[in-house]
């Protein structure tokens, strides 16, 4: 059974950082496509960054410089460092896996979805 549980969500201040988790389990882990979204309520999910099975990476205009995706693949665990948050990152962050590895497609195009999925976690970024 896939599982993906996020985790480092939390309130910080505008300028801050925050490092999300995310543990994985039920799948191959090493040949996935990983991937970071997120969504507030009354908008679209926006794709964040992700991660291709070769290491590949791929961002949304909107983090470029200043989140930083990233796997531990003896730990199953999927991260996203985010630093010089600012208030429009606020939103649940969610955790997404899927075999094949179209990062590109899934985040910057925003074509088709991701198989699984995580609960997401929360971020808030005050002013």
């Known amino acids: 059974q896939v599982q993906l549980v996020e985790s480092g969500g939390g309130s910080v201040q505008a300028g801050g950082s925050l490092r999300l988790s995310c543990a994985a389990s039920g799948f191959p882990f090493n040949s996935y496509c990983m991937g970071w979204f997120r969504q507030t309520p009354g908008k679209e999910r926006e794709g964040v960054a992700g991660?291709?099975?070769?290491?590949?990476?791929i961002y949304a205009d909107s983090v470029k410089g200043r989140f930083t995706i990233s796997k531990d693949s003896a730990k199953n665990t999927l991260y996203l460092q985010m630093n010089s948050l600012k208030p429009d990152d606020t939103a649940t962050y969610f955790c997404?896996?899927?075999?094949?590895?179209?990062?590109?497609?899934?985040?910057?195009?925003?074509?088709?979805?991701?198989?699984?999925w995580g609960k997401g976690t929360p971020v808030t970024i005050s002013s």
């Open positions: 997404a896996a899927d075999p094949r590895n179209l990062a590109d497609m899934y985040i910057r195009r925003n074509v088709g979805t991701m198989d699984y």
């Open positions: 991660i291709n099975s070769d290491g590949s990476t």
